[in-house]
């Protein structure tokens, strides 16, 4: 029997995804390099990873980037670094991710200029621009100016590519990092399409685009979700967020074609539920979770990238980004997954759960829209609120074993993993040395331009953004006169203002059901008696530029659950600032969160002030993805404690608090 004839095939396979690896580190000519060796090996697209420093807007030698250069992505700080960033990679020929938010224009302009000095026809460019700005006050940290400025700015990026580069999505409205933060399906759908409305909405008032065009808008605008390893469940999100994204682009938008309202999105798997014990279960949780997206052949994934196996021990190597990526050729190509129609077609378990997360989700969107829209619900810290305590309750099943999570709170017995056998050779390393290179090559690129030309359009940027003028025409001409990253969102930063997130701590309680708090409350409230003090105090500081604050947020409530009185000022402190918090606020403990890998430039600096300050008596613990041999430096620059990944049992690291400062005051 020929096999290809087997009922339920299809006469043609299904065209695979496009398969990225999320890419960038050091140096625009070291990611150029990694960059061609990952399309050798059959990549088909690129996802660009930016650092910190560029994503919210800082040039590599300001303050604030200090130990973040190069670190999480590559420093992209003027026109130069992006011809660098695609040397001999034809733009015209390449479907580009770039993970950037508030400074998306800037880059969008750096990337259509390097287009055009190659010679592509820019009508030709595919890509993404991430671009959800929304998200960025909830969970990931990198915004810069306030809601409605963003907005705008992601309105006229839409006006623009519609114009200029029509097969470019000019927004990937990104539920990713809502998962992190602690979403549950219902809430990632709900949140991320009432964000997806917000940006339709302003692009339709803006008056930039024809009624009649919306069609066109719509079928620009691309997700970029998150897949956990619930597989089932998260098949069953993607086929609601199609079905509720059919209705709203038909209802409140008027859109008649069903093709462009076809849910198009793209995914990176759960990275932060990778573990550091046993790290070679990540392998198989990867795996698992891209099943999630790419099973259903109705609302399957047009672009995957998966993390490495390795991502909660440090930065991956070119090899463990290989590992990923031929991860999706298997199933690609060796598989018969793309060989068949949908088969979940008929099922009623799957029909079930999809009508249960689309009447979770359209109730959330309501809600949203009823508080005035998700803006609304930002400044309000509505959303905030419901996604720390979603994560609260999340890690609370998690902490009492009711979430298994195979080797962190069961199955924990192991033997040493040959993976991690070469210790940090395990991940890839940073040279100290990328960030003083960073520096000095913007001030050598601002010392070689023409100074009247730059004042000149940045003059004409300020200007056009203190009217309802489309800035991307201003953002080009500073991109030609040779304006920094620095120096186009430090401009935007006069006319609209820089902005900080409501926090979420209010509404966040997670200790309920915890029977070991009681025991800790006890310990916290009598070394209060002993000190001589009302209560306890703790300062949650975020130092530099890592704005994913969930962990620090979930320390800051179950702190407070214990008796702790907590200071957190939320993210994108200056070690003086921290050091000034701790003095003024008189507190008895300082814990850091750093995620970054920043750790070994900003934990030192806080130190350092708070010995100048007169209180190197104050202890220090520190957080974070922190390899082992970082630790040991820490502890030996005379950090109390480090907690890493493997820490989960959130009352256990608040008891070691305790015992922390009792050590420091000398407490028996």
Request: charge should be negative; hydrophobic fraction near 45%; aromatic fraction near 6%.
């Given at each position: 029997m020929d096999e290809k004839a087997l009922p339920g095939r299809l006469p043609e396979r299904d065209r695979p995804w496009v398969m990225r690896t999320y890419a960038g580190h050091s140096s625009a000519a070291a990611t150029n390099a990694l960059f061609r060796r990952n399309l050798a090996k059959g990549q088909t697209g690129l996802s660009v990873a930016f650092d910190l420093p560029t994503q919210t807007?800082?040039?590599?030698?300001?303050?604030?980037?200090?130990?973040?250069?190069?670190?999480?992505?590559?420093?992209?700080?003027?026109?130069?670094?992006?011809?660098?960033?695609?040397?001999g990679i034809p733009l015209a020929d390449m479907n580009t991710s770039m993970t950037i938010n508030a400074p998306a224009m800037w880059l969008l302009a750096l990337y259509g200029t390097v287009g055009a000095e190659q010679g592509a026809e820019l009508s030709r460019c595919a890509g993404t621009t991430q671009n959800d700005i929304i998200k960025e006050y909830l969970s990931r940290g990198t915004h810069i100016f306030p809601p409605a400025a963003s907005l705008r700015l992601t309105a006229d990026i839409v006006a623009h590519t519609l114009k200029a580069m029509p097969r470019w999505n000019p927004v990937n409205i990104?539920?990713?990092?809502?998962?992190?933060?602690?979403?549950?399906?219902?809430q990632e759908v709900g949140f991320a399409l009432s964000t997806a409305v917000a940006v339709l909405d302003a692009v339709r008032d803006s008056g930039q685009v024809p009624a009649e065009r919306m069609g066109d808008v719509v079928q620009r605008i691309s997700f970029f979700v998150n897949a956990g390893v619930r597989f089932v469940e998260e098949i069953a999100k993607m086929r609601a967020f199609g079905v509720l994204w059919d209705e709203i682009t038909r209802e409140r938008y008027g859109v008649q074609d069903p093709k462009q309202r076809r849910f198009r999105y793209g995914v990176q798997v759960n990275s932060l539920g990778l573990t550091e014990?046993?790290?070679?279960?990540?392998?198989?949780?990867?795996?698992?979770?891209?099943?999630?997206?790419?099973?259903?052949?109705?609302?399957?994934?047009?672009?995957?990238?998966?993390?490495?196996?390795?991502?909660?021990?440090?930065?991956?190597?070119?090899?463990?980004?290989?590992?990923?990526l031929r991860m999706q050729q298997v199933l690609a190509y060796e598989s018969d997954l793309l060989e068949y129609p949908d088969l979940f077609e008929g099922s009623h378990v799957m029909t079930a759960l999809v009508d249960g997360i689309v009447a979770g989700a359209r109730a959330e969107l309501e809600r949203v829209l009823e508080m005035g829209g998700v803006v609304a619900a930002v400044e309000t810290g509505y959303l905030k609120s419901a996604l720390v305590a979603s994560l609260?309750?999340?890690?609370?099943?998690?902490?009492?074993?009711?979430?298994?999570?195979?080797?962190?709170?069961?199955?924990?017995?192991?033997?040493?993993?040959?993976?991690?056998?070469?210790?940090?050779?395990?991940?890839?390393?940073?040279?100290?040395?990328?960030?003083?290179?960073?520096?000095?090559?913007?001030?050598?690129?601002?010392?070689?331009?023409?100074?009247?030309?730059?004042?000149?359009?940045?003059?004409?940027?300020?200007?056009?953004?203190?009217?309802?003028?489309?800035?991307?025409?201003?953002?080009?001409?500073?991109?030609?006169?040779?304006?920094?990253?620095?120096?186009?969102?430090?401009?935007?930063?006069?006319?609209?203002?820089?902005?900080?997130?409501?926090?979420?701590?209010?509404?966040?309680?997670?200790?309920?059901?915890?029977?070991?708090?009681?025991?800790?409350?006890?310990?916290?409230?009598?070394?209060?008696?002993?000190?001589?003090?009302?209560?306890?105090?703790?300062?949650?500081?975020?130092?530099?530029?890592?704005?994913?604050?969930?962990?620090?947020?979930?320390?800051?409530?179950?702190?407070?659950?214990?008796?702790?009185?907590?200071?957190?000022?939320?993210?994108?402190?200056?070690?003086?600032?921290?050091?000034?918090?701790a003095v003024e606020e008189d507190v008895d403990l300082v814990g850091l969160s750093v995620l970054s890998g920043s750790h070994l430039a900003a934990v030192p600096a806080v130190l350092a002030g708070l010995r100048v300050a007169g209180r190197p008596d104050l202890p220090v613990v520190v957080g974070g993805i922190i390899p082992a041999g970082d630790a040991d430096q820490l502890r030996a620059a005379g950090v109390a404690r480090v907690f890493t990944p493997k820490d989960f049992a959130l009352t256990g690291i608040i008891d070691e608090l305790v015992t922390v400062v009792r050590e420091a005051n000398g407490l028996r």
């Amino acid at each position: 029997m020929d096999e290809k004839a087997l009922p339920g095939r299809l006469p043609e396979r299904d065209r695979p995804w496009v398969m990225r690896t999320y890419a960038g580190h050091s140096s625009a000519a070291a990611t150029n390099a990694l960059f061609r060796r990952n399309l050798a090996k059959g990549q088909t697209g690129l996802s660009v990873a930016f650092d910190l420093p560029t994503q919210t807007g800082y040039d590599p030698d300001h303050e604030l980037a200090t130990g973040e250069v190069g670190r999480v992505g590559v420093p992209v700080a003027h026109l130069g670094d992006m011809r660098a960033l695609f040397d001999g990679i034809p733009l015209a020929d390449m479907n580009t991710s770039m993970t950037i938010n508030a400074p998306a224009m800037w880059l969008l302009a750096l990337y259509g200029t390097v287009g055009a000095e190659q010679g592509a026809e820019l009508s030709r460019c595919a890509g993404t621009t991430q671009n959800d700005i929304i998200k960025e006050y909830l969970s990931r940290g990198t915004h810069i100016f306030p809601p409605a400025a963003s907005l705008r700015l992601t309105a006229d990026i839409v006006a623009h590519t519609l114009k200029a580069m029509p097969r470019w999505n000019p927004v990937n409205i990104c539920s990713y990092h809502l998962q992190e933060a602690g979403a549950t399906p219902v809430q990632e759908v709900g949140f991320a399409l009432s964000t997806a409305v917000a940006v339709l909405d302003a692009v339709r008032d803006s008056g930039q685009v024809p009624a009649e065009r919306m069609g066109d808008v719509v079928q620009r605008i691309s997700f970029f979700v998150n897949a956990g390893v619930r597989f089932v469940e998260e098949i069953a999100k993607m086929r609601a967020f199609g079905v509720l994204w059919d209705e709203i682009t038909r209802e409140r938008y008027g859109v008649q074609d069903p093709k462009q309202r076809r849910f198009r999105y793209g995914v990176q798997v759960n990275s932060l539920g990778l573990t550091e014990a046993q790290p070679e279960n990540n392998i198989q949780r990867i795996v698992l979770e891209m099943l999630g997206v790419t099973l259903s052949r109705d609302a399957r994934a047009r672009a995957v990238q998966l993390p490495a196996w390795n991502e909660a021990l440090g930065l991956p190597r070119p090899w463990d980004q290989q590992w990923s990526l031929r991860m999706q050729q298997v199933l690609a190509y060796e598989s018969d997954l793309l060989e068949y129609p949908d088969l979940f077609e008929g099922s009623h378990v799957m029909t079930a759960l999809v009508d249960g997360i689309v009447a979770g989700a359209r109730a959330e969107l309501e809600r949203v829209l009823e508080m005035g829209g998700v803006v609304a619900a930002v400044e309000t810290g509505y959303l905030k609120s419901a996604l720390v305590a979603s994560l609260a309750e999340r890690r609370r099943r998690m902490e009492a074993g009711t979430d298994v999570v195979v080797g962190v709170n069961r199955f924990t017995e192991t033997e040493p993993s040959p993976l991690t056998a070469a210790g940090a050779e395990a991940v890839e390393q940073v040279d100290p040395a990328v960030e003083a290179a960073a520096a000095a090559s913007v001030q050598r690129w601002r010392a070689g331009r023409d100074d009247a030309a730059v004042e000149a359009a940045l003059a004409r940027l300020r200007a056009d953004a203190a009217t309802t003028a489309n800035l991307m025409p201003a953002t080009l001409e500073c991109v030609r006169a040779g304006v920094t990253t620095g120096e186009w969102a430090g401009a935007l930063r006069q006319v609209f203002g820089e902005y900080r997130a409501p926090t979420g701590l209010a509404g966040g309680t997670g200790a309920g059901g915890d029977a070991t708090l009681g025991a800790v409350r006890e310990r916290v409230a009598a070394t209060a008696r002993e000190l001589g003090s009302g209560r306890l105090r703790l300062l949650v500081g975020k130092p530099g530029l890592d704005g994913h604050s969930n962990g620090a947020e979930q320390i800051a409530v179950r702190a407070r659950d214990a008796g702790f009185e907590v200071v957190y000022q939320g993210i994108r402190l200056t070690a003086g600032q921290i050091v000034a918090a701790a003095v003024e606020e008189d507190v008895d403990l300082v814990g850091l969160s750093v995620l970054s890998g920043s750790h070994l430039a900003a934990v030192p600096a806080v130190l350092a002030g708070l010995r100048v300050a007169g209180r190197p008596d104050l202890p220090v613990v520190v957080g974070g993805i922190i390899p082992a041999g970082d630790a040991d430096q820490l502890r030996a620059a005379g950090v109390a404690r480090v907690f890493t990944p493997k820490d989960f049992a959130l009352t256990g690291i608040i008891d070691e608090l305790v015992t922390v400062v009792r050590e420091a005051n000398g407490l028996r």
